[in-house]
């Protein structure tokens, strides 16, 4: 078992706070987490920890935490990372929840985080937020990224970080498509190859639900309240997950995830093209989700 359990949390951009805010607790379900310098915090509501936080000023992703075991398992990061040569910067508490992090930057321009976190609970639905939705989402799932450089950011995520790679799309020594994890998941980090970018864009969020049935629940919930559908509901190959996407009021793509597959080997496995690794079955991807919502700037 990796010292890496799976995504922790991220923070985006959003063009109006109070609409994504409205729509993130009204229609999705999430429980507000609390707000500092402008920034507010939201979390599913089966423990105290935040995962999702925003920020008013454009779209796209600001950076984004995958949570280690222990706090003892982030310093160990922090040494790993800095005898290969990466800059790292402690951020310890500096968010809600947070006992210790590090962060540094992907070569495609994104901060990532390693942390640890204060509420380590397992979920108990009977004990979760009273504000919670039944149709909130069950967990934050993984992100996904186009990048100018997938070759440099799959080299620093396999190398530096140390995460496995599932699976690699298109040309052996050339691929269009890269999914990493942390542990046995199939991916928590997608990574979408698009030279013509200079620097990384958001793709899209996933957050993760219990059956089809839920996510059924949550798009009858959502859509007409601040969702804008786009895709879906399908199953990728790539993963074996169920998906859906839409486009929520504040400018982010948010994908819906359920049963992805665990893989429990070293070697990447290979699918031909993009088309089959998307596409098991369902509608192949719309000309929008060329679209990314781009790269923040940090406060
Ligand atoms: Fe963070
Ligand atoms: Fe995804």
């Not at 799976?6 to 805010?21: F, N, P, Q, W, Y």
């Not at 996933?206 to 559908?229: C, N, P, Q």
């Not at 098991?280 to 990314?292: I, Q, R, T």
């Amino acid at each position: 078992m990796s010292d890496l359990q799976r995504i922790e949390h991220a923070k985006l951009a959003v063009t109006d706070l109070e609409d994504a805010r409205r729509f993130y607790t009204d229609a999705m379900g999430l429980v507000e987490r609390g707000e500092t310098d402008g920034t507010v915090y939201f979390g599913r509501g089966y423990d105290s920890n935040f995962d999702l936080a925003v920020t008013e000023g454009g779209t796209g992703i600001e950076h984004f935490a995958v949570r280690a075991i222990d706090s003892a398992a982030v310093d160990g990061y922090e040494e790993r990372l800095r005898d290969r040569g990466v800059d790292t910067a402690r951020v310890d508490g500096a968010e809600p929840g947070q006992r210790a992090g590090i962060r540094f930057e992907l070569p495609g321009g994104v901060p990532m985080e390693i942390v640890a976190v204060e509420d380590e609970a397992y979920p108990h639905s009977n004990v979760s937020a009273t504000d919670r939705a039944g149709h909130a989402p069950s967990a934050v799932d993984h992100i996904q990224f186009f990048t100018p450089d997938l070759d440099a950011d799959l080299a620093f995520l396999r190398d530096a970080v140390g995460l496995h790679v599932s699976d690699l799309v298109g040309p052996r020594d050339d691929p269009e498509n890269a999914f990493l994890r942390c542990n046995t998941l199939h991916h928590d980090i997608a990574l979408k190859h698009k030279p013509e970018l200079s620097e990384t864009s958001l793709h899209h969020f996933a957050w993760g639900y219990d059956s089809i049935e839920h996510m059924k629940l949550f798009l009858d919930t959502v859509v007409g309240r601040g969702a804008d559908f786009e895709r879906g509901i399908g199953r990728h190959f790539a993963g074996d997950n169920l998906y859906a996407y839409f486009w929520e009021p504040g400018g982010n793509r948010f994908e819906m995830c359920a049963e992805m597959a665990e893989v429990k080997t070293t070697e990447p496995n290979h699918v031909v093209d993009y088309e089959t690794a998307t596409t098991a079955w369902g509608p192949g991807a719309p000309e929008s989700f060329d679209e990314g919502s781009g790269l923040a700037s940090e406060d």
